[in-house]
DNA sequence: GTGGTCTAGACCACG
DNA sequence: GTGGTCTAGACCACA
């Protein structure tokens, strides 16, 4: 349950998941989000690692494969920036949707359920909660 | 693309996963979709470790998991059973779906995608693989 | 001037290049010229790190970054292994030296050399050691 | 996409290389070419600096490596001047040339690429090019 | 045995 | 100050 803030970002992490990947997916979600601005700068590897009690080369990792996305650029020296471009932040987002739904299609038909039976749990789901629950 | 079948269940299998969670995942989905009927005969632990050319330990490892999800049963000296009782089936499934489905949801959201957005891309899926694709 | 066999490999390293970088390049190119058979186990992270004396880290590093270009695989528990798919190969070697040759001709342009300027160089070059120096 | 001109010489930075050699090779390739005329005047440091808005030491150390090339000269008092010397630019020239190919010929060899296939390369480049693309 | 993740702490290049 | 590379050494999951 460690719940922290850092500049414009919030991160939550447990010790139950790859730590690199769950900085990775949240900085990532952040940026997809728009909850950081295009071009703005992130925190620095060490500011982040300090704030998160965790080691700086665990955030570096995760930051490496940020750029390698294409969602930040580094500035020798200066830091790490969110991109300005907003067509890269669109294409990722939908290659890895596309991704994400595709891989879930098969997890549903390997247990032999539809597209309607998804939508009717979706359904249900949604009056539940609607409900107030 | 190692393809196999063994008894009247077959596997795919590739290594950049783990095997185990492969034969597990391949074997529920047999089960689930009925392509083994209840009450059969599971392929005996040595046979299928066999067969696919992997260790006994890795389909021990497997099974295991399958008796405690309540899907087949060991019978002593006689070797491993799919359950009798569909209820056990029908309520495995719709726990396992609950549990992808929400997941999926979750990282749509973190996309910062809706259902509706999904919706559309199914929709366009589809359609273009009706249009024979 | 450390030169090393390992297996069917050989490197050769030193201190003022990244390290990983080097391993990188060298491996590489003895799967781009087939000195390492397609299918093929690598060197495991540790043993060659032995060799090499440097960190496992910084070859596992270098292993990752394969793997990334789609020149090895991972199987768990089993090791690295050179990819058995030499349409991979092949069109990674392409790619690679697209970029490498369009980068130099930035280079040449750069120091307004053409294309015969080079040819020149080259002829010069191959005569020269071929009279045997 | 930073595009400066300074003087008679123009500038364009990114900022995922450093900085001091962009600004080295592009003041290098403008000598070279004849784009900026034997004896003239270079800018002066700070001038550059606050027309590419980086830092003054960033420009001191890229003007530094240029006057140990022999390609310009400090007058004192008088700012940075380009070498009045032909015969400098153009052993500078050869030298960095010969140094550029031979480094591009050992990439090309660790993939396993001759002349010939460079050469091919080349030739198709220039027809894709000069189709009008 | 294999690879994967993480920490602590060092030193370097760049701005 | 920033990020980049490397070491030494620990613990984990998988086969």
Chains 1, 2, 3, 4 share one sequence.
Do not use: C
């Amino acid at each position: 349950m460690e719940e922290q803030q850092v500049g414009s970002l919030h991160f939550q992490i447990d010790f139950s998941q790859p730590l690199y990947e769950q900085i990775l997916e949240q900085a990532r979600s952040a940026i997809a989000k728009g909850e950081i601005a295009l071009g703005d700068k992130m925190p620095s590897v060490r500011e982040l690692a300090q704030e998160l009690r965790i080691n700086p080369n665990t955030v570096m990792r995760a930051y490496q494969e940020l750029e390698r996305d294409g969602l930040t650029e580094k500035r020798r020296g200066q830091g790490t920036f969110v991109t300005s471009s907003p067509e890269h932040v669109a294409s990722f987002r939908t290659d890895l949707a596309a991704k994400y739904i595709d891989s879930f299609l098969e997890q549903m038909d390997s247990l032999g359920l539809t597209w309607n039976d998804i939508e009717k749990y979706i359904r249900e789901k949604t009056a539940r909660e609607g409900d107030g629950l």
